[in-house]
């Protein structure tokens, strides 16, 4: 949550740090802001998207080659001009910019009172750049050193950028389980929350370790102490990401770009890791590390959000496919419940973004208890991935809008092919079996384009049922999660209530909400609940409800019944999920857009959630 740039070199730094705003604004949307040095230190800072920061210094002097800028997703202070970052402390000095959460600023605010500094925001940032000033001026110390110290005194999690109007040739940037990168150009350096503010201009970074903390200048470069004052080499590495990527490229939305990204992003998950010429599922992550998964007690798999959904659809893969236990946590409700963990355990950590604070911090429960621990993540380098013992990315490229959509079936891709490699190893499944569900994933993303084909019909359906103010999304076996997911991504995105639920769940309680008002989305098309399905329509359509069913090519009975159907190619049923979450990311899309939402940046969200 909230995104971070500093830049620092030749150019004018204005432009390179609103545009790299504009890039993080996924991070965070409710605020934004930035400082320069010129002459002296110049803040602009605005309640509202960046759009709003732009326009506000259209007309003022932003001239200056350094520079910070922040774009805010709020958690102490509401969302106005005096919280927006940056933020200064009482002698003009410095500029701060923050994400993250400093989990002891009353005790220090306090203090920072009664030495007499005054301050002008609700939030928890402006503490820490009291403190930095405060440090500074009874040592007269350099900037750097006076972050260091600070940070010492610091309880909470922090990426930071800082500068000084006295020290016009020094950035400083500081992380503690919030990302933060250095870009190194040519002369030039950044900083960013990733690493899109500055792709356009080098793709060498360095990815900050926890209580590092980085002074650049023009004169010495990068240069990395930790907290404890101890030097520390930059580690430089190339990325391999293409700016076209974070472009919208002719969609309306990144959030329908990405789903129809899917076929090549499923295809991608897979690339030179399967082949059923050779009868092969190979992870690598998971080779090394074979033997510890043969003989695992139990795999206990964590995440948030569509993560979660993703992770229980990898439970019925592991279970059915493998025969390994599984269980599937909350990351949040995990980590503070003290689980019983041991050596033979694994835990496998799912995330798109790689930097979920709850995720993190189960995982680092995790580690603690002896635990191995996987990742199954996106973004490459991030915190999940780089703490990790082994895993497997699902490389489905920078995913922007804040509903999760490609990553979502990049998940359920590695984890099927995890469950597969499983089975293979541990001879569950025969040969033949094996063979088929081979054979099917291959032609997953064929299948998938060919759902994107029904998009006029889903458009047509989502008018149709856009003024409900209710949904309820029903599933058995592989389609409950997606069911799931279904409702969250309505939810999110629509701001349209909506629940999921095992189909035969309804009888026991949410069946007393059906009427004609109530649009009920049910996912038939896994062959072995067919007939119960078929009976829970029925029960349904008794009701009064109206039934939206996705079901597979030449169904005949809930296609009779049902108010619309959207129909799919049939498929394994393991490999369900794949196609059937498709017509139901389409749909949200479609009601949202229908609604007048803001598709790719819905209220009150942020992409990574960073804070716990
Ligand atoms: O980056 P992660 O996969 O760890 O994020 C987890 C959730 O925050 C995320 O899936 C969230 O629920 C999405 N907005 C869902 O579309």
């Not at 002459?39 to 350094?66: E, H, P, Q, W, Y």
């Not at 106005?80 to 910019?97: E, I, Q």
């Not at 008018?463 to 058995?476: C, I, P, S």
């Not at 809930?558 to 369900?576: G, R, W, Y």
Request: a negative charge; glycine letters at 8%.
């Amino acid at each position: 949550m909230c995104g971070i740039v500093g830049y620092i070199g030749h150019r004018q730094a204005d432009e390179l740090i609103i545009k790299g705003l504009e890039r993080l604004e996924y991070r965070g949307y409710d605020s934004a802001g930035i400082a320069i040095i010129n002459n002296g230190l110049a803040i602009f800072k605005k309640a509202g998207k960046v759009k709003a920061l732009r326009k506000m210094i259209k007309t003022s002097d932003t001239s200056g080659t350094l520079g910070i800028g922040h774009t805010r997703w709020a958690t102490h202070g509401e969302p106005n001009d005096k919280n927006a970052h940056p933020h200064m402390g009482n002698n003009g000095r410095l500029a701060l910019v923050h994400n993250g959460i400093i989990e002891n600023y009353a005790v220090l605010k306090s203090a920072l009172m009664a030495e007499g500094h005054t301050f002008s925001s609700d939030t928890d940032t402006e503490v820490l750049v009291h403190l930095i000033e405060e440090i500074q001026k009874e040592g007269n110390l350099a900037l750097e050193e006076a972050v260091r110290l600070a940070l010492n005194r610091v309880e909470g999690a922090y990426a930071i950028a800082v500068v000084d109007r006295n020290n016009p040739g020094i950035l400083v940037g500081a992380r503690k389980q919030s990302p933060l990168l250095v870009g190194i150009g040519d002369n030039e350096f950044f900083i960013g929350s990733d690493a899109s503010p500055f792709l356009d201009s080098t793709k060498r970074v360095v990815y900050l370790e926890d209580g590092q903390v980085a002074c650049i200048s023009l004169e010495k470069g990068l240069q990395l102490r930790n907290t404890a004052n101890e030097e520390q080499p930059p580690f430089i590495q190339t990325l391999d990401l293409q700016i076209e990527a974070l472009e919208k490229e002719g969609y309306e939305h990144f959030m329908l770009k990405e789903i129809y990204e899917q076929p090549k992003t499923i295809l991608d998950a897979m690339r030179g890791r399967i082949s059923s010429k050779e009868s092969r599922v190979t992870l690598r992550g998971l080779e090394e590390y074979a033997n510890r998964f043969v003989r695992a007690n139990r795999i206990i798999i964590v995440a948030c959000g569509t993560s979660y959904h993703s992770g229980l659809i990898g439970e019925y893969l592991i279970e059915d496919l493998a025969r390994i236990p599984v269980e599937v946590e909350y990351a949040s409700e995990f980590r503070y419940r003290n689980p019983i963990l041991s050596e033979r355990d694994i835990v496998i950590a799912i995330s798109q973004s790689g930097e979920t604070a709850d995720t993190m911090a189960a995982l680092e429960l995790a580690k603690q208890k002896g635990a191995m621990i996987y990742g199954i993540v996106n973004s490459v380098g991030s915190s999940i991935a780089r703490l990790t013992d082994a895993g497997s990315y699902i490389h489905a490229g920078p995913e922007i809008g804040v509903a999760s959509t490609k990553a979502f079936t990049g998940q359920v891709t590695v984890l099927t092919l995890l469950a597969l490699s499983l089975a293979r190893k541990l001879s569950t499944i025969s040969n033949t079996y094996f063979q088929t569900l081979v054979r099917e994933l291959e032609l997953i993303p064929s299948k998938v384009e060919e759902i994107l084909k029904e998009n006029d019909h889903i458009k047509y359906i989502a008018k149709e049922v856009k003024d409900h103010h209710n949904a309820l999304y029903l599933g058995r076996g592989y389609n409950f999660p997606v069911a799931l997911e279904g409702a969250l991504k309505l939810k999110e995105i629509s701001y349209v209530h909506a629940e999921g639920y095992p189909a035969a769940e309804m009888k026991h309680g949410p069946i007393a909400l059906i009427d004609e008002n109530m649009p009920v989305y049910v996912t038939a098309t896994n062959k072995s609940a067919y007939d119960k399905i078929v009976s829970n329509v029925q029960e349904v359509v008794a009701r009064k409800g109206r039934v939206i069913a996705i079901v597979n090519k030449g169904e005949k009975l809930i296609a009779k019944i049902a108010d619309h159907v959207i129909e799919i190619p049939s498929t394994e049923e393991p490999l369900t999920p794949l196609l059937s979450v498709i017509p139901l990311q389409l749909l949200s899309y479609h009601i949202a857009v229908e609604l007048g939402r803001n598709v790719d940046q819905p209220r009150n969200l942020a992409k990574s959630v960073t804070v716990e």
